[in-house]
């Protein structure tokens, strides 16, 4: 039908409504045609001009695709397989994101992912992991180089200086594999070899002191280019309600290389429950570099819920133990304090030292049903021998934060810390503390 | 008077056009004006508004459940402000396309409640259902299949570890709603084996990864997620989709502009404003237009739009898959003033729904009287309908709600199966005392007087309140008796000043054609009721009442 005729057809169709509403709705003189008659009368008059509803607009439309992506599918293969990560990075490389590539939904148990993240400040990293994993057990190949173009050095010891920051850049890359056996009950075994070769070298940022100029009296081999091949287990018992899920397995990941502080995450959902894990590393040189180590990380967790868990005390001990002399740990295999996931009223890695103990306390609560508001205290010390530890004159920190939180995962947070060196503002994204 | 009719130059707009502007005015100046020239009019109080007209099907529409739930929190999409537009004279809504008034008027026998809308037996239990999809939606297994007969049905399997929760919440929800008089489909109660269920060729799965051809594998793996009994056998809903062409869920504001009939805004519908009572008898927490359905039927010849509420998966105990989250039914989503108060401190104060202790059933999931205050009782987001209830709303879907004798309650909830006698015994005491709130909150409005009718010269009426036992024995109430002009709207002199004692006052001699009685209850507001003269005969012609407060109850 061509648009003149549709157009006539149209009109003629109104009228002819509109002549049997007029009879309808008018009284004969002086006679009222009922309340019934007058609604007929209005619909026929409105029938007489239906429009089509008005198309979504661009707001509805973009809420229409979010909502079939959440409810209809999509899900964690993402678009053919690639899906975006926010964070990914270590502490200092800034605001960070990227792509994975992860083509197998996980529910068939194949394990077949990359990452590529790049921060705002020059930090990158590449990795792929690749096994099988299920819900009880995994086995997995890995690889990863990551370029970390500013990290921060204050000097060894729990008393170093502020004013003595300065940087380093460190190259690294790491092969290895693992194997992961949940044995029931929340208890689970571990246990992993890697190679992994370390290239320190000048920090990115001019106006900060080379940690290479400034220690290199301190930490000789900082100097030099490191290569160690890695072995070790652990033992640990996870019964977090809720627990990291598959997002700790990624955490876990994340923690492989010798030169990371294996420091697990307080999941920001987890609201009862506790957490335990023993950890022991032995890292032999080879290649040239002199020197091996020995690393013991023990760490807890435990959550206590009131009010049915809208209310949690949480606690986290972690104690680091490395067995090396002292000029033999090189500056980035030492644990590390300071910064959003450990003392959070000072700067990032403000203290380093061979070993370290860390002590947070929070008092979470919430305020609506993706928002947690948190109190927090801090407390921690890095000490080289073990009779240097002192709680009497741990560094101390407290605050506040903000944490946004949905299906049983933490999303990110913003914590406000403070100590006798200033206030520090962290904001995270990602399930852990 | 404020007259509860409806108001034709305020229910709808339309594109100007010159031609269009002319014909609209003769229309009003004819007819609807001359019309209003009376306040009661020949046909009051009308039974039937004739919303089921011949109309041209609206276009199908799909409405984005998220934008709808932000636009709702956001802010208000509704315009219309006023009291209910779709009520006849007697302040009742009349039968129409979206409800049919039942139970309160016209007494359903315990077989009635318990079939609710059904018109058949459900699926066939004798051969296989063969599903054409399957979708796991927020942890809830729903399939949609045909049996032998040809019969299509949507399933909804109760979710993992809770049993009977999610298909007896809503199978006694829509009997319950089907007896206040709103139109819901067909649903039945099933319980089958695996081996029921095959999938069809063309089978689709709509899961995490997108969709995907639906084999017996990946069938099998999507009922991991579905709660069976100890002898392997699944249990759930079979809810029948109307005979017609589905146009999309309806809006709980606004008209659609594409369906003629659809002329008062829906948040003017008493129905609508009223349901939020209901909703929280039946602690529809999830209710929103993602819960309804506009059906295009064929009766008669001719065709219209059928409103219906759907998915009733969220009522009573039952939240997406599983027991529902304590807080729904106490706060919005998103409640302001609850944040603050958990804020400032420290999560002391804000959240008293958190500590409530719920009975141990799994068919039962979180719902309790104990707690419960009917004008307190939130949807998950605000509602445009439910914003604008008022009092007199209010009375009527609780005049219906307390309607239900407690024989009732077991009725419909002992027609769901349960498998354990002490659920339905403690679901019955849960409604029957949620029933009991709503009358204590809403009844006493206006006096809590209704079904009036003249006989042998007295006007009689049932109180409510003694009725259902707000109040022990009969109330003295003070009652004046007028003429009223019907085109003025005005009171006239007055007849008669009296006291009376119980349900029925003499209707004193008079020549003038209406009389209005203001019927005052100390404490409990006034009813006054207009009485014509019909056939030399004095009828009820309209109601109207007033209480202490006419906004939100």
Same mark, same amino acid.
């Given at each position: ?433 | ?246 146009? *999309? ?6 008209? !659609? #502009? ?6 008062? /805004?829906?948040? =003017?519908? +008493? ?93 039962? *999931? ?6 419960? !205050? #009917? ?6 987001? /605000?509602?445009? =309908?439910? +914003? ?115 349900? +029925? ?49």
């Amino acid at each position: 039908m061509d648009r003149s005729a549709h157009r006539w057809k149209t009109v003629l169709h109104r009228w002819s409504l509109l002549l049997l509403a007029l009879p309808i709705a008018a009284p004969v003189a002086g006679q009222d045609a009922g309340r019934a008659a007058s609604l007929r009368a209005e619909r026929l008059v409105k029938a007489a001009d239906l429009r089509p509803p008005e198309s979504p607009g661009r707001l509805e439309r973009l809420f229409g695709r979010a909502e079939r992506r959440v409810v209809g599918g999509g899900g964690p293969t993402g678009i053919f397989g690639f899906s975006p990560i926010a964070g990914g990075l270590k502490p200092g490389a800034g605001l960070s994101g990227g792509v994975r590539f992860a083509p197998f939904s996980p529910d068939r148990g194949l394990l077949v992912e990359a990452d590529a993240v790049a921060g705002t400040r020059r930090y990158w990293s590449v990795s792929g992991r690749a096994g099988y994993r299920t819900a009880r057990h995994a086995v997995l190949g890995y690889a990863r180089h990551w370029h970390l173009a500013g990290e921060r050095f204050y000097g060894r010891g729990p008393n170093s200086n502020r004013d003595d920051r300065s940087e380093y850049r460190l190259d690294e890359s790491v092969a290895g594999s693992l194997f992961h056996l949940s044995i029931g009950a929340g208890f689970q075994v571990g246990g992993r070899a890697a190679y992994q070769v370390a290239r320190p070298g000048p920090g990115r940022d001019a106006d900060v002191p080379d940690a290479v100029d400034t220690f290199s009296g301190e930490v000789p081999s900082l100097l030099a280019d490191s290569r160690h091949v890695a072995a070790g287990g652990w033992i640990a018992i996870d019964r977090r309600d809720p627990g990291l899920g598959s997002d700790g397995m990624h955490a876990s990941l994340q923690a492989l290389t010798p030169t990371e502080m294996d420091i697990s995450g307080m999941p920001l959902a987890t609201d009862r429950g506790v957490y335990a894990k023993v950890e022991l590393t032995h890292y032999v040189g080879v290649g040239g570099t002199p020197y091996d180590l020995s690393r013991l990380v023990a760490q807890s967790q435990q959550y206590v819920p009131f009010r049915r868990g809208r209310n949690v005390f949480a606690f986290r001990e972690y104690l680091a133990l490395t067995g090396a002399d002292a000029e033999h740990v090189p500056i980035f295999m030492m644990p590390t304090l300071g910064g959003a996931y450990t003392l959070r009223g000072y700067e990032l890695f403000r203290f380093s030292d061979r070993s370290a103990f860390l002590f947070n306390a929070e008092y979470r609560w919430q305020i609506w049903h993706l928002l947690d508001m948190a109190l927090f205290l801090d407390a921690g010390q890095v000490f080289s021998e073990a009779r240097d530890l002192s709680f009497g004159h741990l560094h101390v920190s407290y605050g506040v934060g903000i944490r946004l939180r949905a299906f049983d995962r933490g999303i990110g947070r913003i914590d406000l810390g403070r100590s006798e060196e200033g206030t520090q503002i962290h904001v995270r994204l990602g399930t852990t503390f | 008077m404020t007259r509860e009719t409806t108001a034709c130059s305020e229910v709808h707009s339309s594109r100007p056009a010159a031609w269009w502007a002319v014909a609209v005015c003769l229309t009003v100046v004819l007819g609807v004006r001359s019309a209003g020239a009376q306040v009661f009019r020949p046909d009051d109080p009308i039974g039937v508004d004739p919303d089921r007209l011949d109309m041209p099907a609206p276009e199908p529409r799909e409405i984005s459940e998220y934008f709808n739930a932000w636009i709702h929190i956001v802010g208000d999409p509704g315009s219309y402000e006023g009291k209910a537009a779709n009520v006849n004279t007697l302040g009742d809504v009349p039968s129409s396309s979206w409800y049919e008034p039942r139970h309160y008027w016209h007494r359903m026998t315990p077989e009635e409640l318990r079939r609710g809308p059904n018109e058949g037996d459900g699926p066939d239990a004798a051969g296989t259902w063969h599903v054409t999809r399957a979708q796991l939606d927020e942890e809830t297994v729903r399939i949609e299949m045909v049996d032998v007969r040809g019969d299509a049905y949507v399933l909804t399997l109760d979710p993992m570890g809770h049993i009977e929760l999610v298909s007896g919440a809503a199978f006694i929800s829509a009997r319950l709603l089907h007896a206040m008089g709103y139109n819901v489909p067909e649903s039945f109660i099933v319980r089958f084996p695996r081996e029921r269920l095959r999938p069809s060729p063309d089978a689709v799965l709509d899961a995490a990864g997108g969709r995907d051809a639906l084999t017996a594998r990946s069938l099998d793996a999507l009922l991991v997620h579905a709660a069976r009994y100890d002898d392997g056998t699944f249990r759930g809903l079979a809810r029948s989709m109307p005979d017609g062409e589905t146009v *999309g869920p309806f809006q709980y504001y606004g008209t !659609r #502009p594409d369906d003629g009939n659809d002329i008062i /805004p829906h948040e =003017a519908r +008493r129905e609508l404003r009223g349901l939020r009572v209901a909703a929280s008898w039946i602690n529809w927490t999830r209710v929103s237009s993602h819960t309804t359905l506009d059906v295009v039927v064929r009766e008669e010849g001719r065709e219209f739009v059928r409103h219906y509420l759907s998915n009733l998966g969220g009522t009573l105990g039952a939240g997406p898959g599983g027991p529902k989250h304590r807080w729904e039914g106490f706060e919005y989503l998103v409640d302001g003033s609850a944040i603050l108060k958990r804020t400032a401190t420290l999560g002391a104060v804000g959240s008293e729904w958190a500590t409530i202790d719920y009975t141990d059933y799994p068919a039962l *999931g979180r719902i309790e009287a104990e707690h419960f !205050r #009917p004008q307190r009782w939130r949807p998950v987001y /605000p509602n445009p =309908a439910f +914003r604008r209830l008022d009092a007199a709303d209010a009375f009527w879907a609780a005049k219906q709600i307390a309607s239900f004798s407690d024989d009732d309650l077991r009725a419909v909830i002992g027609s769901a199966d349960y498998s354990d006698a002490a659920v339905v015994e403690r679901l019955t005491d849960v409604l029957r005392a949620r029933r009991d709130r709503i009358s204590q909150a809403f009844l006493p409005y206006g006096g809590g007087i209704d079904r009036f009718d003249v006989q042998s010269g007295f006007l009689t009426f049932v109180d409510l309140t003694v009725r259902h036992g707000l109040v022990r024995g009969d109330r003295l109430r003070h009652v004046i008796w007028r003429s009223f002009d019907n085109i003025s709207g005005m009171d006239g002199r007055i007849l008669v000043a009296d006291q009376i004692r119980g349900p +029925r006052l003499v209707v004193p001699p008079s020549d003038s054609d209406m009389l209005v009685a203001e019927i005052r209850t100390p404490g409990g507001g006034s009813t006054r009721v207009y009485l014509r003269t019909e056939g030399g005969e004095r009828e009820v012609v309209g109601v109207e009442r007033r209480g202490a407060s006419e906004g939100m109850p």
